[in-house]
């Protein structure tokens, strides 16, 4: 997609054609041979600028007067991914310069990813067959609106007609479906595994776990008596009566207790360990993963020898150094107590509340899924849980509100009026920058530091927009879509309405067995001749992703749209970083050839009405 150059910048890339080669950029990460990691950043305006970074914490960077670069090193640091960011001027962002991101409702961190030095690790990409992973969009009759989730199949699945086991794994406070994806690797750790014969082949479905958040409004107080849907747990009603069901109808499942599992990590621990406690006859594993979940379930705790003959697997992890840890502990003891069988794991040198516990933890519970003499084995040999030390951190609502403070609410969308919000409190100057805008627009102060602006009956359309901060791009740190771009990477606006399909095709992300381990995009119709149909090439251009044509362009529901108003005959979109060379397709579309995604996208109308 081209991006809008303003005079200075023309004018600048003109003097440089004419001028001596300019240096290479420098990386804004790198991993030194001590194991130390050499954070850069480039931002001449800025006054101070710090790189929070979850091995080490929040340190000062220094700046290069002469190059406008600021720079820190810090470590050494264990091979694994870590989240980090950049705070300039008391404003958190993302590494501009890096593809890879922490997807969240709220916070934005970019991710480190240092390989292993004499070995791989275990979620990082080997050279092994590689299962899919689909993006899908299930209407939810629970929320009243479409939901999204992921689905891992495995590397066999499109080989044959066999039926394969769910694991049902779910993210934590904040987290959208994506974490356990971009940050988790669960596919990757699982392709691996597989490879190596140590664990099962299985289905993974990864929920997004606050559909709440989805509700356009808040519905009333039903008019028969019983709690209002904003204090009904609406994750459990989606899960149990809303996603199951598409799963179990779209994907080859076996469906029944001894093949389904649940679990997942912090509030998604709980979430599982509740749905599995509660759901015994639909679940016999489960797994938590830094959590913990009530004492109070009926006919649960004061029933062990029942629960335990109903449990294949109960398995919980926590970090000594978690804020949960003391919380884990005592529900473990507690478990130990009513004669409950539970395998624990502790770590000890994980950071604490991390993806890098979470990660180690999938690694373990994979190895025993649906693998009754493994999972046997654990059970059997599982320890009592640890000592108390009366020095172990507990949630308390002070631990909450200081980790998960009250957000602000951006965008706010009122019609097709939508106001904006950012706290900067040290900044002078804030403007909205937006596809919706002719032109930045200025944004007011309040006394708190909050900086807000509301744009007035924009036409239904998905724009991308992002915050001037005295001359730093910041994307909008309360809205949790954000696009893929290649660089730095701005939110999303999206302020259409669902469109005629009933149903939307799965967007598959597909891993090739080249050196990069380059990933792709499919979108297929539900179709008997799959194999027959025309395919359109869908190209990102230098400063687009693939991505960009399914999170910005929403190609995959354009075509289902198109499909249910008979206005398009069915055709396969591939959705590719880069053209393909000796390929041929019906019609190849490059984003790099429309000036916005409006363009991209009507384009993309004409081309498949043409077919």
Same mark, same amino acid.
């Given at each position: 997609?081209?991006?809008?150059?303003?005079?200075?910048?023309?004018?600048?890339?003109?003097?440089?054609?004419?001028?001596? &080669?300019?240096?290479?950029?420098?990386?804004?990460?790198?991993?030194? &041979?001590?194991?130390?990691?050499?954070?850069?950043?480039?931002?001449?305006?800025?006054?101070?600028?710090?790189?929070? $970074?979850?091995?080490?914490?929040?340190?000062?960077?220094?700046?290069?007067?002469?190059?406008?670069?600021?720079?820190?090193?810090?470590?050494?640091?264990?091979?694994?991914?870590?989240?980090?960011?950049?705070?300039?001027?008391?404003?958190?962002?993302?590494?501009?310069?890096?593809?890879?991101?922490?997807?969240?409702?709220?916070?934005?961190?970019?991710?480190?990813? #240092?390989?292993?030095?004499?070995?791989?690790?275990?979620?990082?990409?080997?050279?092994?067959?590689?299962?899919?992973?689909?993006? $899908?969009?299930?209407?939810?009759?629970?929320?009243? /609106?479409?939901?999204?989730?992921?689905?891992?199949?495995?590397?066999?699945?499109?080989?044959?007609?066999?039926?394969?086991?769910?694991?049902?794994?779910?993210?934590?406070?904040?987290?959208?479906?994506?974490?356990?994806?971009?940050?988790?690797?669960?596919?990757?750790?699982?392709?691996?595994?597989?490879?190596?014969?140590?664990?099962?082949?299985?289905?993974?479905?990864?929920?997004?776990?606050?559909?709440?958040?989805?509700?356009?409004?808040? &519905?009333?107080?039903?008019?028969?008596?019983?709690?209002?849907?904003?204090?009904?747990?609406?994750?459990?009603?989606?899960?149990?009566?809303?996603?199951?069901?598409?799963?179990?109808?779209?994907?080859?499942?076996?469906?029944?207790?001894?093949?389904?599992? =649940?679990?997942?990590?912090?509030?998604?621990?709980?979430?599982?360990?509740?749905?599995?406690?509660?759901?015994?006859?639909?679940?016999?594993?489960?797994?938590?993963?830094?959590?913990?979940?009530?004492?109070?379930?009926?006919?649960?705790?004061?029933?062990?020898?029942?629960?335990?003959?109903?449990?294949?697997?109960?398995?919980?992890?926590?970090?000594?150094?978690?804020?949960?840890?003391?919380?884990?502990?005592?529900?473990?003891?507690?478990?130990?107590?009513?004669?409950?069988?539970?395998?624990?794991?502790?770590?000890?040198?994980?950071?604490?509340?991390?993806?890098?516990?979470?990660?180690?933890?999938?690694?373990?519970?994979?190895?025993?899924?649906?693998?009754?003499?493994?999972?046997?084995?654990?059970?059997?040999?599982?320890?009592?849980?640890?000592?108390?030390?009366?020095?172990?951190?507990?949630?308390?609502?002070?631990?909450?509100?200081?980790?998960?403070?009250?957000?602000?609410?951006? &965008?706010?969308?009122?019609?097709?009026? $939508?106001?904006?919000? =950012?706290?900067?409190?040290?900044?002078?100057?804030?403007?909205?920058?937006?596809?919706?805008?002719?032109?930045?627009?200025?944004?007011?102060?309040?006394?708190?530091?909050?900086?807000?602006?509301? /744009?007035?009956?924009?036409?239904?359309?998905?724009?991308?927009?992002?915050?001037?901060?005295?001359?730093?791009?910041?994307?909008?740190?309360?809205?949790?879509?954000?696009?893929?771009?290649?660089?730095?990477?701005?939110?999303?606006?999206?302020?259409?309405?669902?469109?005629?399909?009933?149903?939307?095709?799965?967007?598959?992300?597909?891993?090739?067995?080249?050196?990069?381990?380059?990933?792709?995009?499919?979108?297929?119709?539900?179709?008997?001749?799959?194999?027959?149909?025309?395919?359109?090439?869908?190209?990102?251009?230098?400063?687009?992703?693939?991505?960009?044509?399914?999170?910005?362009?929403?190609?995959?529901?354009?075509?289902?749209?198109?499909?249910?108003?008979?206005?398009?005959?069915?055709? #396969?979109?591939?959705?590719?970083?880069?053209?393909?060379?000796?390929?041929?397709?019906?019609?190849?579309?490059?984003?790099?050839?429309?000036?916005?995604?409006?363009?991209?996208?009507?384009?993309?109308?004409?081309?498949?009405?043409?077919?």
């Amino acid at each position: 997609m081209k991006r809008h150059m303003n005079l200075f910048a023309v004018a600048a890339l003109l003097l440089g054609a004419c001028t001596a &080669p300019q240096p290479k950029e420098t990386p804004s990460t790198v991993v030194n &041979p001590d194991g130390t990691i050499t954070f850069t950043y480039q931002n001449d305006k800025a006054k101070e600028v710090q790189v929070d $970074v979850q091995f080490a914490g929040r340190h000062e960077m220094t700046k290069d007067s002469l190059t406008g670069e600021w720079t820190a090193t810090l470590g050494p640091a264990a091979p694994d991914m870590y989240p980090y960011c950049f705070i300039v001027d008391g404003v958190s962002i993302m590494d501009p310069k890096n593809q890879q991101w922490f997807p969240n409702e709220g916070f934005k961190n970019s991710l480190l990813d #240092i390989p292993g030095k004499d070995a791989p690790l275990i979620h990082s990409v080997q050279n092994v067959p590689h299962g899919n992973v689909e993006y $899908v969009k299930y209407y939810s009759e629970t929320v009243g /609106v479409y939901n999204n989730a992921i689905v891992y199949l495995p590397p066999s699945y499109g080989t044959g007609d066999k039926s394969y086991p769910v694991f049902y794994l779910i993210s934590g406070t904040t987290d959208t479906e994506e974490v356990y994806y971009k940050v988790g690797r669960m596919n990757y750790i699982l392709d691996n595994l597989i490879a190596q014969g140590a664990a099962k082949e299985m289905i993974v479905v990864l929920p997004y776990g606050n559909p709440m958040k989805l509700m356009k409004t808040m &519905p009333a107080m039903p008019a028969a008596g019983g709690a209002p849907m904003m204090f009904r747990d609406l994750f459990s009603l989606d899960l149990i009566n809303d996603l199951m069901p598409y799963v179990e109808n779209n994907y080859r499942t076996i469906n029944d207790r001894d093949n389904r599992a =649940i679990g997942g990590f912090s509030r998604g621990g709980n979430q599982g360990l509740m749905n599995g406690l509660t759901n015994l006859d639909k679940f016999s594993y489960l797994c938590s993963y830094s959590s913990f979940t009530t004492t109070a379930l009926e006919g649960v705790y004061d029933n062990a020898e029942d629960t335990n003959s109903k449990i294949h697997l109960f398995w919980s992890g926590v970090g000594t150094d978690d804020f949960l840890y003391g919380n884990a502990r005592d529900y473990t003891e507690f478990l130990d107590q009513k004669g409950i069988r539970c395998v624990k794991e502790y770590t000890h040198d994980k950071f604490g509340h991390t993806w890098m516990n979470a990660k180690y933890f999938l690694d373990k519970t994979y190895r025993l899924l649906f693998n009754p003499e493994a999972s046997e084995e654990a059970m059997a040999n599982a320890q009592p849980t640890m000592a108390k030390s009366g020095e172990e951190q507990q949630f308390t609502p002070g631990v909450m509100a200081r980790l998960f403070p009250r957000p602000l609410i951006s &965008p706010e969308i009122n019609g097709n009026d $939508v106001t904006f919000r =950012i706290k900067a409190e040290k900044a002078e100057i804030v403007r909205l920058v937006g596809e919706m805008l002719n032109e930045p627009m200025a944004m007011e102060r309040d006394s708190d530091g909050v900086w807000s602006v509301t /744009v007035k009956a924009i036409a239904p359309e998905v724009y991308c927009y992002y915050f001037d901060v005295d001359g730093t791009e910041v994307a909008d740190a309360q809205n949790m879509y954000l696009a893929p771009d290649n660089g730095f990477k701005r939110s999303i606006l999206d302020l259409t309405e669902a469109g005629a399909a009933k149903s939307y095709s799965p967007v598959t992300y597909m891993v090739k067995n080249d050196a990069a381990a380059t990933t792709y995009a499919v979108v297929t119709p539900k179709t008997d001749n799959a194999g027959e149909l025309p395919i359109v090439a869908l190209v990102a251009g230098a400063q687009d992703t693939f991505e960009s044509w399914f999170k910005i362009a929403k190609a995959n529901e354009i075509l289902d749209n198109m499909l249910a108003e008979g206005s398009c005959k069915p055709c #396969i979109l591939k959705l590719l970083p880069s053209a393909e060379k000796g390929e041929s397709y019906k019609a190849t579309l490059n984003s790099a050839d429309y000036k916005s995604w409006a363009e991209a996208r009507a384009a993309l109308v004409e081309t498949l009405k043409a077919l």
